[in-house]
């Protein structure tokens, strides 16, 4: 059983539960997004939109170590193996 996708998972190890790769860049993104969102919102006085989106971009920080966590399960269980983008 592979360890880098959870229980129950519909995928398998030659068809990936999801993208990895993909999720990794989609996170990153909005990691920066809301961080600079929230940074622009204190800096206008906007306290409770600041609040939302560091809220936000802790939420993409945890995705982040969970995909990163899968990222290197997948790479134990495949040494060697070579992921694009959309894998």
């Known amino acids: 059983m ?3 996708q959870p229980r129950r ?3 398998t190890v030659g068809h990936a539960y999801s993208a990895l790769n993909l999720r990794l860049a989609l996170a990153l993104f909005g990691l920066v997004t809301m961080t600079v969102l929230a940074v622009v919102a204190f800096w ?3 306290g ?3 609040v939302l989106c560091a809220l936000f971009a802790v939420v993409a ?3 982040l170590v969970v ?3 899968r ?3 997948r790479r134990r269980e495949q040494p060697g193996a070579r992921h694009s983008l959309f894998e």
Do not use: E, H, K, Y
Request: overall charge positive.
């Open 2 to 4: 592979t360890r880098s």
């Open 9 to 11: 998972a519909r995928g």
């Open 44 to 46: 206008a006085g906007l």
């Open 48 to 50: 409770w939109l600041g």
């Open 61 to 63: 920080v945890v995705d």
């Open 67 to 69: 995909i990163q966590r």
């Open 71 to 73: 990222r290197v399960a």
